[in-house]
T-cell receptor, first 115, second 112 residues
Framework: DQQVKQNSPSLSVQEGRISILNCDYT??????FLWYKKYPAEGPTFLIS?????DKNEDGRFTVFLNKSAKHLSLHIVPSQPGDSAVYFC??????????????FGRGTQLTVWP | DTAVSQTPKYLVTQMGNDKSIKCEQN?????MYWYKQDSKKFLKIMFS???????INETVPNRFSPKSPDKAHLNLHINSLELGDSAVYFC???????????FGQGTRLTVV
């Protein structure tokens, strides 16, 4: 059973516009959320994270929003650039629990940014 | 300077063979992981080691045996390979019980 879901397998955005990637989770024990970016034939690269005590975290062009009541988070990329084209994975963990750093991943969303 | 490196990057082998994948990290982390990405692109944890001690052992066939000679290395040995073992295996490391894990480039295993 997938505890982290990314329901959009792909997203296509024009360069300069905003990209919004969505993620839903089911386990209320999750207290830490991350986004990873993955290029073909490479490993996932950590992008940005957010703790459950916050509802927003910003790092340059990347902002993650967390809505705990809806068990939903989103990643906003503004402005989108062609180099952002990659697969984006949402991940969650329960740092205060017993999962000890274990990450639960969504299936990923392929973002394509076109000129 | 590669932070988490795993070898080989590609591995093609016949059913029934035994193979190993090696992983090393130079980040000074004390926790290392093996994740598997299957054909449906799901990334799932297999094992976690902290300071050479097994912490997480998911429901993985016992043909898979991790070995951690020291906290900078976590190797994965697979016995009697089956077609269903074909996947991409990622090694990762993090500080103890912290979520930000750093991943290696992956090993694409193909069993024929």
């Amino acid at each position: 059973d997938q505890q982290v879901k990314q329901n959009s397998p792909s997203l296509s955005v024009q360069e300069g516009r905003i990209s919004i990637l969505n993620c839903d989770y089911t386990n209320s024990m999750f207290d830490y959320f991350l986004w990873y970016k993955k290029y073909p034939a490479e490993g996932p690269t950590f992008l940005i994270s957010i703790s459950s005590i916050k509802d927003k975290n910003e790092d340059g062009r990347f902002t993650v929003f967390l809505n705990k009541s809806a068990k939903h988070l989103s990643l906003h990329i503004v402005p989108s650039q062609p180099g952002d084209s990659a697969v984006y994975f949402c991940a969650a963990s329960a740092e205060r629990g017993s999962t000890l750093g274990r990450l639960y991943f969504g299936r990923g969303t392929q973002l394509t940014v076109w000129p | 300077d590669t932070a988490v490196s795993q070898t080989p990057k590609y591995l093609v082998t016949q059913m029934g063979n035994d193979k190993s994948i090696k992983c090393e990290q130079n980040l000074g982390h004390d926790t290392m992981y093996w994740y598997k990405q299957d054909s449906k692109k799901f990334l799932k944890i297999m094992f976690s080691y902290n300071n050479k001690e097994l912490i997480i052992n998911e429901t993985v066939p016992n043909r898979f045996s991790p070995k951690s000679p020291d906290k900078a290395h976590l190797n994965l040995h697979i016995n009697s390979l089956e077609l269903g073992d074909s996947a991409v295996y990622f090694c990762a490391s993090s500080l103890w019980a912290k979520s930000e894990a750093f991943f290696g480039q992956g090993t694409r295993l193909t069993v024929v």
